[in-house]
């Protein structure tokens, strides 16, 4: 059981929108920045979105992130077949010293 | 390039030991905090130990005691050093570089070594 809650799954159409929520505490999301990381079958994460709402380079507009208190949001505009992938979101835990991964989102593109 | 190279995985017994490398190239590997994240099969992302610019090291609860995580700058190399494995260790373990310090993010990650325990 992860201290950071995604949504097991979401779905959305070609082109549509999608939001992915991670929810936490004040002893992480809160007080510290969230990251994003897609990672596709059988590779590596790779980082989306740090410091909660920042695309490192190569990362498209289609991907941004924001935060409000103990929650943060993951957001892909005009969302494509390649789209398909898990999403985690990650943040340090101030009380554990130590980084926690959300449950991760399977995003599936019909 | 910024590459992250890990190795030193394998089968091993519960209880038995393993310790894994990642070689850094490509950036100024003692200016970043490292870490090993680790993924059972069919699982997701597990964040299992962290380790400074400096001396400072960290780990999640599930492995404290267990597992040493350390580097040698001079070889631009993380270590993790796993003992008293169980079989919920089976998984890729991933050796990543942070932003900059232990509470980033991770902006580069290896292609894992897989870790296997059974008897």
């Known amino acids: 059981q992860s201290l950071l809650t995604q949504p097991p799954s979401v779905s959305s159409a070609p082109g549509q929108k999608v939001t992915i929520s991670c929810s936490g505490s004040s002893s992480n999301v809160e007080d510290n920045f969230v990251s994003w990381y897609q990672q596709l079958p059988g590779t590596a994460p790779k980082l989306l979105i740090y410091?909660?709402?920042k695309r490192p380079s190569g990362i498209p507009d289609r991907f941004s992130g924001s935060k409000s208190g103990s929650s943060a949001t993951l957001s892909i505009t005009g969302v494509q077949t390649g789209d398909e992938a898990d999403y985690y979101c990650e943040v340090w835990d101030d009380d554990l010293s130590a980084g926690v991964f959300g449950g991760g989102t399977k995003l599936t593109v019909l | 390039e910024v590459r992250l190279l890990e190795s030193g995985g394998g089968l091993v017994q519960p209880g038995g030991s393993l310790r894994l490398s990642c070689a850094a190239s490509?950036?100024?590997?003692?200016?970043?905090?490292m870490a090993w994240v680790r993924q059972a099969p069919g699982k997701g992302l597990e964040w299992v130990s962290g380790?400074?610019?400096?001396?400072?090291?960290y780990f999640a609860d599930s492995v404290k005691g267990r597992f040493t995580i350390s580097r040698d700058n001079s070889k631009n190399t993380l270590f993790l050093q796993v003992n008293s494995v169980r079989a919920e260790d089976t998984a890729v373990y991933y050796c990543?570089?942070?932003?900059?310090?232990?509470?980033?993010?991770?902006?580069?990650w290896g292609q894992g070594t897989v870790v296997t325990v059974s008897s």
């Open positions: 490509g950036f100024t590997f003692s200016n970043y905090a």
């Open positions: 990543a570089k942070s932003l900059k310090y232990s509470s980033d993010g991770f902006d580069t």
């Open positions: 410091e909660n709402n």
């Open positions: 380790a400074s610019t400096g001396t400072n090291t």
